[in-house]
């Protein structure tokens, strides 16, 4: 979720909080147009202007997704973009990783299960609290805790120990070799001093944090805005603007309005929208490279979809080509896995054809018994092929695939019925009915495809939602990330990637380039390759305290 990870309700109980931090997607709380407006109003209410006293202007960008929680140990930012945190490491616009509040990246011993890591001196938390080992330790306690309603706990099982040998040492103890781990240390550190001794679930800390990065959390309005404010004394050096005002506008339609409007600096849109702004000079489109892929969900818990002849057949029948041309407008490539094409672990040989071939699907479903039968849906021992296909109604490029699956599906004699939801109706309804999801991240394999296709996983919320299960697939995900040695672990990744392509528990559409529309006159802007969440984190505006305003 990164997995998109992510929704806006006030927390209630840790099974809802639990719920809400695995979401494919975060839930959307759709703010009224008076409380839009306020938006505005509060934006305007501060320096606008690139050369002023205080050092900067305030920029406005707008994104559907809200989080649940500021809080890394809760999921917030931790790939490396949280803006009001910094970890260990951090990326750098191709990606690579960098040192962050380390003096320079860890080191690890021979065998693999000790990594070191040594603190730049003097870098403080907001409060002017002076950052220590302690707090680095704390953090990753406090994600290993299971009275913390965290998701990163599976992410870091490799954990045996953290502790600070003195204020500036950090010294990891993994139970077993972890090739990646050193990407695992993007996660923000939390000041232990705060959040010692209280209940990390609940805390008022989750809405009104203190870290070390480059903005401080001066409100939030859940369902409306969050202010971000410069931090005079972060260690990176002071952020070229004063605010930072990140807009939660969960339509597509309206935030492209309010763009238009002026309301914002830059803001995420859908292609199709976004292509709107193409030919208008006052403002310039960005269509960022990712690794976030889209695609059917296909539960196992459903008669029809049990069948692996009716998803081999989805699987030829599906146009990826006419939607990357039609839906996306060419902003994105046909999708066949969850290791984009990009990674060096993807394996060419899954990579099936772009169009459709609906004579081949044809021939698999007569086979397998599907016969044409009534209004030119099949069947099979007197069960039609028809099921539904959810999608979250507010995300019009999720309704515009269902859409296009439905009616590839339709050409094969399978009835597919698209239904628009809120994630509180498609929550309980995953196990039976399809689901069009997004995930993907540029990083490690492991980091989404562990939790997302592990038998071990199967039916947790939407970690592996449809329950698949393959020993096979579970094998191969485990030695890719028990292996050090990069070779094995490509053998490993292949493996798996085949298994899935013959297995099909997924339906892969497309990659996506994320689009962004910002107006000409914001300057700083670098797009890297994006992850699949792409929020108050990791969009665009990854490295907004650099943007100015000409």
Same mark, same amino acid.
């Given at each position: ?304 979809? =049990?069948?692996?002849?009716? @998803?081999?057949? %989805?699987? *030829? /029948? !599906?146009?990826?080509? &006419?939607?990357?041309? #039609? +839906? ?64 979250? =109604?507010?995300?019009?490029? @999720?309704?515009? %695939?269902? *859409? /296009? !699956?439905?009616?590839? &599906?339709?050409?094969? #004699? +399978? ?72 070779? %094995? ?62």
């Amino acid at each position: 979720m990164r997995l998109h990870l992510h929704a806006h309700a006030p927390f209630t109980t840790p099974q809802e909080r639990s719920v809400t931090r695995i979401r494919p997607t975060f839930r959307r709380l759709v703010a009224s147009t008076a409380a839009a407006g306020m938006l505005v109003l509060a934006a305007c209410s501060a320096p606008t202007t690139p050369d002023s006293p205080a050092g900067g202007a305030t920029l406005v960008v707008a994104t559907s997704d809200e989080p649940d929680a500021l809080n890394p140990v809760l999921n917030f930012g931790v790939d490396g973009a949280a803006l009001i945190f910094d970890g260990l490491v951090a990326r750098d616009g191709d990606n690579r990783l960098v040192p962050g509040l380390a003096t320079a990246l860890p080191t690890v011993s021979p065998d693999g299960r000790t990594v070191t890591a040594k603190l730049r001196d003097g870098v403080q938390f907001h409060d002017g609290t002076t950052l220590s080992a302690a707090d680095v330790a704390f953090t990753y306690q406090a994600v290993l805790d299971p009275k913390v309603d965290s998701t990163l706990r599976s992410d870091l099982d490799m954990v045996e120990s953290v502790t600070a040998p003195d204020a500036a040492t950090v010294v990891f103890r993994l139970r077993y070799p972890y090739a990646p781990f050193l990407q695992r240390l993007t996660l923000g550190i939390v000041p232990s001093k705060l959040l010692s001794g209280q209940d990390i679930n609940t805390t008022g800390f989750n809405r009104k944090p203190i870290g070390t990065g480059p903005y401080k959390v001066e409100s939030w309005t859940p369902g409306d805005r969050l202010v971000l404010t410069a931090n005079e004394r972060y260690f990176g050096g002071r952020p070229a603007n004063n605010r930072v005002v990140v807009a939660f506008v969960a339509d597509d339609n309206v935030r492209a309005q309010r763009m238009r409007a002026g309301e914002f600096d830059a803001a995420e849109l859908p292609p199709k929208l976004a292509s709107g702004f193409d030919a208008d000079t006052t403002y310039r489109v960005q269509r960022v490279p990712t690794a976030d892929y889209r695609g059917v969900m296909l539960p196992m818990g459903n008669p029809v979809l =049990a069948d692996p002849a009716v @998803r081999r057949a %989805l699987n *030829l /029948a !599906v146009d990826r080509a &006419a939607m990357v041309s #039609g +839906i996306l407008g060419g902003a994105g490539e046909p999708a066949f896995g969850p290791v984009p094409p990009t990674s060096e672990f993807a394996d060419p040989s899954t990579v099936g054809t772009p169009t459709a071939d609906a004579t081949a699907a044809g021939a698999l479903l007569d086979a397998a018994g599907w016969r044409p039968g009534s209004g030119g849906v099949r069947a099979k021992d007197g069960r039609p092929a028809r099921f539904t296909l959810m999608y979250p =109604a507010t995300d019009t490029l @999720r309704k515009d %695939l269902a *859409l /296009a !699956v439905t009616a590839d &599906a339709k050409k094969i #004699g +399978i009835e597919v019925t698209p239904a628009g939801l809120t994630w509180d109706a498609i929550d309980p309804r995953m196990k039976s009915d399809a689901l069009l999801m997004g995930y993907g991240t540029p990083y490690d394999p492991d980091f989404v495809s562990y939790k997302l296709f592990s038998s071990q996983f199967a039916g947790q919320g939407y970690f592996n939602p449809g329950s698949y299960r393959s020993e096979v697939t579970d094998r191969a995900l485990q030695q890719g990330r028990d292996q050090i040695d990069p070779a %094995l672990r490509k053998v490993a990744y292949a493996q798996f990637q085949k298994q899935l392509a013959a297995d099909v528990p997924w339906l892969f559409l497309t990659y996506l380039r994320h689009t962004y529309v910002l107006k000409s006159s914001v300057q700083g802007a670098t797009p890297r390759v994006e992850a699949h969440e792409h929020g108050v984190a990791n969009s665009i505006w990854w490295n907004i305290d650099t943007w100015t305003r000409s």
